[in-house]
């Protein structure tokens, strides 16, 4: 079966760095998504990656690993308007993105 | 209408009752999803369409049925409600489909089925 796994609740304190993990086994892999939801929210496209290493966006960097079958979402400076559920998705063979059930981020002053 | 549009926002619907959930994009893009979104779960693909006249099943598609007459238009349409059907739909759009492109999505739909 096709499965990603992320932890389900994180806290961190404002102005601090914190990394979101994600492992995943797909049937096959096209890219990895993470994407940014507050409550109440639609999700909002954060980062892609498709070949291993590091993107850095602003304040926002995913970084993959293909063999390892693991990324992760590393957040710097962080402002309470990062508290949010942050999803992680696959591409399959298929080309169909298979999600993560999502990180609940919680920013502390 | 910039990007994509649902409608209704929330609704409470008796169980057996039929409900058509509506989805509008204005970014002209081939590809079109349905989507859950469950406490706990992560969003399961319920159905999909990769341009106009064409759809397809995705993940959990039992008890749903779409459409896609035209480029803009993608509803979701519950034939006779559950009470497993009760969740938050999300409509969302991308450029095409067999290529990897960031999705865009529509604001969300809350259904609860009594």
């Known amino acids: 079966g096709q499965n990603i796994d992320q932890p389900t609740e994180m806290t961190a304190t404002e102005g601090a760095i914190v990394q979101i993990n994600c492992t995943y086994q797909t049937s096959g892999f096209n890219g990895l998504f993470w994407y940014q939801q507050h409550a109440g929210e639609a999700p909002t496209f954060l980062s892609y990656?498709?070949l291993d290493g590091l993107e850095e966006k602003g304040r926002f960097s995913s970084f993959l690993s293909r063999s390892k079958g693991y990324s992760y979402l590393l957040l710097k400076e962080l402002q309470m308007k990062d508290s949010a559920s942050y999803l992680c998705?696959?591409?399959?063979?298929?080309?169909?993105?298979?999600w993560g059930a999502g990180t609940k981020l919680i920013i502390k002053p | 209408i910039a990007g994509i549009t649902q409608a209704p926002t929330s609704q409470i619907l008796a169980a057996g009752r039929r409900m058509t959930l509506r989805c509008t994009q204005d970014m002209r893009h081939n590809a079109m999803y349905w989507y859950r979104q469950d406490l706990g779960l992560g969003l399961r693909l319920i159905h999909y369409s990769n341009t106009a006249g064409t759809t397809g099943k995705g993940e959990v598609p039992d008890g749903y049925s779409v459409s896609r007459a035209n480029t803009d238009d993608f509803p979701l349409t519950l034939a006779s409600a559950v009470p497993s059907q009760t969740s938050v739909y999300f409509c969302?759009?991308?450029?095409?489909?067999?290529?990897?492109?960031?999705?865009?999505f529509g604001p969300g739909t809350r259904l609860t089925v009594l």
């Open positions: 998705a696959v591409s399959d063979s298929n080309y169909q993105l298979i």
């Open positions: 990656n498709v």
């Open positions: 969302a759009s991308s450029r095409q489909r067999a290529v990897v492109d960031e999705q865009f």
